[in-house]
Nanobody, 125 residues
């Protein structure tokens, strides 16, 4: 089970840190990802992190602004979002998929097995 939190209302240029907690004792068996869905749009990839935390990938629009990280001891994955823009407004979802390798990452939503409930981020101009 995944539980995302940390969303809220922020002005353009501001920052937010999203958190996602996972239940269970095998968190380090899962590649984790963040996705978002804006009203009227498809769910889109934001960032992913491998089981080890050593392999990362970001959507082009988030590179240099967002940072994904994980703490396997705490069963947590985070998304630090800086320099937020109004177009970042969306519901943000964390997702997990069991992977065999420590360095595997996945950028496609349909590959993920488990999803959190989402947390709303609203960026005002």
């Amino acid at each position: 089970q995944l539980q995302a939190s940390g969303g809220g209302l922020v002005q353009a240029g501001g920052s937010l840190r999203l958190s996602c907690g996972a239940s269970g004792r095998t968190f380090n068996s899962y590649t984790m990802g963040w996705f978002r869905q804006a009203p009227g749009k498809e769910r889109e990839f934001v960032a992913t992190i491998s089981r080890s935390g050593g392999n990362l990938s970001y959507a082009d629009s988030e590179k240099g602004r967002f940072t994904i990280s994980r703490d396997n001891a705490k069963n947590m994955v985070y998304l630090q979002m800086n320099s937020l823009k109004p177009e970042d407004t969306a519901v943000y979802y964390c997702a997990a998929v069991a992977t065999r390798t420590m360095v595997g990452i996945l950028t496609t939503a349909r590959h993920y097995e488990y999803w959190g409930q989402g947390t709303l981020v609203t960026v005002s101009s």
